[in-house]
């Protein structure tokens, strides 16, 4: 694991930061982590040394690419903490028009209230 004393600074500096370089850490480079997600090199240099911060749209994919628990959503952009809470519990419920079974075992225990066999819409 190889920092350098900017990318440090830049970590300590700027929220999200740190992620975002944990992130390239564990894919091994820049260019893998550009590759592994869709995008080029420089557009991650460019969030690193420029903008300071990951795009909203990248943050799913980078999450996914890397797996790994000090990369996640939250880390990679802390200033987005209500919406990434508000997301987290709409994925906890069904999906509207979701046929939902009151007998079903797995739905035991779930925070969401369960309804009667019937097609929500």
């Given at each position: 694991m190889t920092r350098s004393i900017e990318a440090l600074?830049?970590?300590?500096?700027?929220?999200?930061m740190?992620?975002?370089?944990?992130?390239?850490?564990?894919?091994?480079?820049?260019?893998?982590?550009?590759?592994?997600?869709g995008v080029?090199?420089?557009?991650?240099?460019?969030?690193?040394h420029k903008t300071r911060r990951v795009p909203l749209e990248y943050v799913p994919f980078i999450?996914?690419?890397?797996?790994?628990?000090?990369?996640?959503?939250?880390?990679?952009?802390p200033d987005h903490l209500k919406g990434w809470a508000m997301l987290a519990r709409q994925l906890a419920r069904p999906p509207?028009?979701?046929i939902v079974d009151a007998d079903d075992p797995e739905l035991e225990g779930q925070s969401w209230p369960k309804a009667?066999?019937?097609?929500?819409v």
């Open positions: 600074a830049i970590a300590s500096a700027y929220p999200g740190r992620a975002l370089i944990r992130a390239i850490e564990l894919t091994g480079s820049q260019e893998l982590l550009a590759r592994a997600i080029e090199a420089k557009d991650i240099s460019r969030w690193l999450v996914a690419a890397v797996y790994h628990d000090d990369v996640s959503p939250v880390t990679l952009r509207r028009g979701y009667p066999r019937r097609h929500c």
